[in-house]
Antibody, heavy 117, light 110 residues
Framework: QVQLVQSGAEVKEPGASVKVSCRAS????????IHWVRQAPGQRLEWMGW????????KYSQKFQGRVTITRDTSASTAYMELSSLRSEDTAVYFC??????????WGQGTLVTVSS | QSALTQPASVSGSPGQSITISCTGT?????????VSWYQQHPGKAPKLMIY???NRPSGVSDRFSGSKSGNTASLTISWLQAEDEADYYC??????????FGTGTEVTVL
């Protein structure tokens, strides 16, 4: 069974950066795209971007362009999402999700990022 | 990219059918047959229920079905059960090769 295991909860001050990891197992990591999606408390899902785990190509939502960087380490079957210049509105649960084509077929458990002074 | 529009809430009694709409534009829902639907219980990760408008992943009940007409996609839940009470989100591929989610619908089983 495909598994995506994310790193633990983070607390950051405004202006700082956060890097969340997503380790994949039981499938060939480099064959698929990994997406990042976030959900603020009580709010809807919001797509942030994707990375082609094979060639490293990325695509970001215009909303986060310039603040988000998605990378991967193929040797560790792990994708990373780094968000900079954090503000209180970035407090959310961040999910990674594997692409099954044009949909998200498997999801990580989510990582809560709290931005607070 | 604006969010796809869904009704905030839909409710039904056990055994009834309900339909959730998802309205986009000619740059997303209307342009491609790449609409998917997700079920999310409180505090949990979303779960894929429908992909490519009307396909069900293995293990998803056949009480869930999807369709599309123009810029609006729909998810129908037949024979509503208590376990179906959750939030539901649609998502679409877009002409910019990005993805967009819907505003979300809370389903209540009366």
């Amino acid at each position: 069974q495909v598994q995506l295991v994310q790193s633990g909860a983070e607390v950051k001050e405004p202006g700082a950066s956060v890097k969340v990891s997503c380790r994949a197992s039981t499938y060939t990591f480099t064959t698929y795209v990994i997406h990042w999606v976030r959900q603020a408390p009580g709010q809807r899902l919001e797509w942030m971007g994707w990375i082609n785990a094979g060639n490293g190509n990325t695509k970001y939502s215009q909303k986060f362009q310039g603040r988000v960087t998605i990378t991967r380490d193929t040797s560790a079957s792990t994708a990373y999402m780094e968000l900079s210049s954090l503000r209180s509105e970035d407090t959310a649960v961040y999910f990674c999700a594997k692409s099954g084509g044009y949909h998200f077929d498997y999801w990580g458990q989510g990582t809560l990022v709290t931005v607070s002074s | 990219q604006s969010a796809l529009t869904q009704p905030a809430s839909v409710s039904g009694s056990p055994g009834q059918s309900i339909t959730i709409s998802c309205t986009g534009t000619s740059s997303d829902v209307g342009a491609y047959n790449y609409v998917s639907w997700y079920q999310q219980h409180p505090g949990k990760a979303p779960k894929l229920m429908i992909y490519d408008v009307s396909n069900r992943p293995s293990g998803v009940s056949d009480r869930f079905s999807g369709s599309k007409s123009g810029n609006t996609a729909s998810l129908t839940i037949s024979w509503l059960q208590a376990e179906d009470e959750a939030d539901y989100y649609c998502s679409s591929f877009t002409s910019s090769s990005t993805r967009v989610f819907g505003t979300g619908t809370e389903v209540t089983v009366l």
